[in-house]
């Protein structure tokens, strides 16, 4: 019996064996014969090797051509979310400029992945490692850190992928170059990908003018992002022949608009229209999509919109898949695709586009990125057309490419991100990191089983790395997508907490939901030596704010003492926090903390380097210099996508109710982040049309409707916005008692002069600055805001629609006015049905009622994009 078992194990591991060794030579010969001309090396490795995919890695010894200083070395660890020990566990170090040498045809494009594993190799500190890398003239990599890329993308290894233009010359030169800027700084690689490929990129009209092509096809790329929408993840070995990964695009999804995702039916065939179609996506793409759902109403009145942060001053091409799969007409299902808040294209039909049911298609869309006002996202947003009243009102995507373009100077490299230290404590905190002593425990026992039963160990350890690389695909897709999307709670949560922790440290810990650090007394005191009267800063309604400091002195904190005398109290105090735990925005400032004890109510911020946006307007202190119009005009945005994400970026809304100029806060870069949450109110649904209250608010941006009514709806915030839209044109405080009667309002005052004498009231400082056109635009907006019906208001997403254009009119005023068919179109109503979200009640997915991690609050799109 014991023979019979033994036997019948050999027979098994044989047949595993010739089965993997067919499945990897399958894959092998498929890929060389698809890339004739393609190299895949295991850098640092003298011999050649194979991944668990069955991919094989060959030495890189060959096709280094200067290697004086070059190491070949082995990491020190192995991280448990590495897919593969090849060829992440050894690497090449260099630590003087070096150069590898591919022969290439000149017909094709090629892929250039990098495979980085920052560990510690030899004596080597990876935190050490800053370099550059070229190719051909083309900058890919400059003063690149990959331990703190690692870091702050909190993933174990990167990869780089980029899409090289035809070399004439027949040679792909790679350059490591290790900074000169730091000491004992050396350039290292794990893997290294070159794979020839056909080209696949053509002329491609620049979105938002119509009359301009930028040729693709001439352009080497990085790719930033590229996703299977609404699908799963897709490893390289499942691509048609170009060895990409395509990742999940939920996490890049905004807000509660999640839409539904669907997958073709078996019966459905998915037919590429030509031979040279599977070379754009896998078949895998398209057939699963992301669409809105069967309810048309629901599908008026939101967006399907995606968000991704990219680097700044690039071009980008967005290439969106696309395969209708359930319709077969034309005109069935239209709608309209937008880039960045311009339209890409309108009557979008997928059906006309590709010719029939089944039929994949692809589109291509240029858009530059400027990083003048400090904007560093890209968003995509679809919504039905109902213009041409198509039969179903919906959208569909299947999948979506994002590469970033080299620029004038044949540059390609971004900056390095910038780690959290809270994020990495919190993790901690959680127990998300795996302590060495167990990894090592894990690692006897698994090398004792494989040293005892070889045969079993080998069928053991082939189904552990088949398991391993599924959990890994989905933890990499994980890690992946915290460098682009916004970290909540976890991330954001300063510090250490401190043992000693005060009475109320529990009321502040069941409202911050486990997200705001709680800070001793003593702590505050040292930060702000004893509230020093030389640390005051600001002095507002709650009390004063001191400039302290926090975590020995490492980090600059606001810190905001409640003034025992006022009116603002308990209520508002918790209230803040209460809010403030939950929301991160790149335009609301970030509450890092709290302290309640011995009857003290402190709040502790991220320091906002530039004051308020007051300071900055008129009685200007410290002899700030009053700002140009086109500095106001990007504050004016910026607030506006704060206030805008309070009101949609939800499934409650959240109405400010004290909108003012002292509220906008601007940081050492002049973006504006809104501030004071002490008064705001939250809605108990989007439907709700108002909230009645008692009227709380600042006096001069106090909305006459809401005084009068007592309800107070999100239009509120909107006509305290208009205030300081003409705050910042006219460069007056918004009530000034010394002036005639009828001047002492701003908002009054400002309505009078509307059509008759607008230029006698403008800030003398930048009269001379704004265009006319921009000075419409801007004046019909803030008008609009303080409309005295709410009804007649515009939405904050409209007044930030608007505001985009005046910043467009005012840097170019004599170009193409990319969104004159909008506004001709009634700017106003198109913008609110593209931005609104009509959320249905849903226990599961209430943000206010569950406190975990995952279930903050999504970032709102922020119309230009990062």
Partial sequence: MNCNIQKFFWAIITFSCIIITVHSQSKTNTTSAANADSFILACGATTDSTDANGRKWTSDTKFITSNNNSLSVTAKSQDPSLPSTVPYMLARIFQSEATYKFPVSPKYRHWIRLHFYPSSYNNFDPLNSFFSVTANGFTLLNNFSASITAEALTQAYIIREFTMIKIESGFLDLTFTPSNSYNDSFAFINGIEIISMPEIFQSVSMVGFSDQNMEAEFYTMQTMFRLNVGGQYIPATDDSDLSRIWYDDSPYIYGAGLGVTTEADKNVTIAYPSKDSKYIAPLDVYRTARSMGPNATVNRNYNLTWIFDIDVNFTYLVRLHFCDYRLDKVNQMVFTIFINNQTAEQEADVIAWSGGKGVPVYKDYATYVNGKNGDDQLWLALHPDVEVKPEFYD?????????????????????????SPMKAEAESQ??????????????????????????????????????????????????????????????????????????????????????????????????????????????????????????????????????????????????????????????????????????????????MANGTLREHLYKTKNNNQTLSWVQRLGICIGASRGIHYLHTGAKFTIIHRDVKSTNILLDEKWVAKVSDFGLSKTGHTLNQTHVSTIVKGSFGYLDPEYFRRQQLTDKSDVYSFGVVLFEVLCGRPALNPSLAKEQVSLADWAILNYKSSLEEIID?????????????????????????????????????????????????????????????????ALYATLLSIDEEEDEKSDKFEDHSANAVFSQIVNPKGR
């Fill in 395 to 419: 959208s569909i995507l299947n999948g979506l490419e994002i590469f970033k373009l080299n620029d004038t100077k044949g540059n390609l490299a971004g900056p390095n991100p910038v780690p």
């Fill in 430 to 607: 959680q127990g998300k990191f795996t302590s060495h002593s167990k990894l090592s425990k894990g690692g006897v026992i698994v090398g004792s089983v494989l040293g005892s039963v070889a045969g079993l160990g080998l069928i053991v350890a082939l189904i552990g790395i088949f398991m391993h690389k599924k959990k890994t695909d989905k933890k990499e897709l994980s890690s992946s997508t915290n460098s682009w999307l916004p970290i909540y709670g976890s991330s954001r949560s300063s510090g250490t907490n401190t043992t000693s922790k005060s009475s109320g440290s529990s009321r502040i810990s069941n409202l911050g939901g486990g997200f705001c650090r709680h800070f001793t007394l003593a702590e505050i005191r040292i930060g702000t030596d004893d509230f020093s009267e030389s640390r005051v800063i600001g002095v507002g309604g709650f009390g004063k704010v001191y400039k302290g400091f926090i975590d020995g002195n490492t980090k600059t904190v606001a810190i905001k003492r409640a003034n025992p005398s006022s009116e603002q109290g308990v209520h508002e105090f918790l209230n803040e926090i209460e809010l403030l735990s939950k929301l991160r925005h790149r335009h609301l400032v970030s509450l890092i903390g709290a302290c309640e004890e011995n009857n003290e109510m402190i709040l502790v911020y991220d320091y």
């Fill in 764 to 828: 003398p400082h930048i009269k001379d600055e704004i265009y006319p056109e921009c000075l419409k635009q801007f004046t019909e907006t803030a008008v609009k805001c303080l409309s005295d019906n709410g009804l007649d208001r515009p939405s904050m997403g409209e007044v930030l629609w608007n505001l985009e254009y005046c910043l467009q009119l005012q840097k170019n005023p004599d170009g193409p006015k990319v969104v004159a068919k909008q506004k001709a179109n009634d700017a106003y």
